[in-house]
């Protein structure tokens, strides 16, 4: 059974910078694309960054603007999120999120995935 854990979100400050680190088990994590989305109150649950099974290639959606970066360490069966200039408007629960696949660019779309975290919350606030 594939399971993930979010760890890192917390409450900080506009301009501030947050780690998230998400564990995997019960996958050939080397196998899997790996991807992170993120849910705010009242919203739908979107894109975040996404990042090959290899760990090259990664994809972000357009707000992120070169503030986050995807990485993964596939001895550790881990994937990190780095939010830095952080603002109100990334206020959200993120969610870690695989498939597997070892082909292709890694998916934006959250129906291809197959399993999800709980998430973890990230709040920014003055």
């Known amino acids: 059974q594939v399971q993930l854990v979010e760890s890192g979100g917390g409450l900080v400050r506009p301009g501030a910078s947050l780690r998230l680190s998400c564990a995997a088990s019960g996958l050939t994590f080397s196998d899997h694309t790996m991807a992170w989305f993120r849910q705010a109150p009242g919203k739908e649950r979107e894109f975040v960054a996404a990042i090959s099974h290899r760990g090259d290639n990664p994809a972000y959606a357009d707000f992120v603007k070169g503030r986050f970066t995807i990485s993964r360490d596939n001895a550790k069966n881990t994937v990190g999120l780095q939010l830095n200039s952080l603002n109100v408007e990334d206020t959200a629960v993120y969610h870690c999120?695989?498939?597997?696949?070892?082909?292709?660019?890694?998916?934006?779309?959250?129906?291809?995935?197959?399993?999800w975290g709980q998430g973890t919350q990230v709040t920014v606030s003055s």
């Open positions: 999120a695989t498939r597997r696949s070892r082909f292709g660019p890694p998916s934006r779309f959250r129906d291809t995935y197959d399993a």
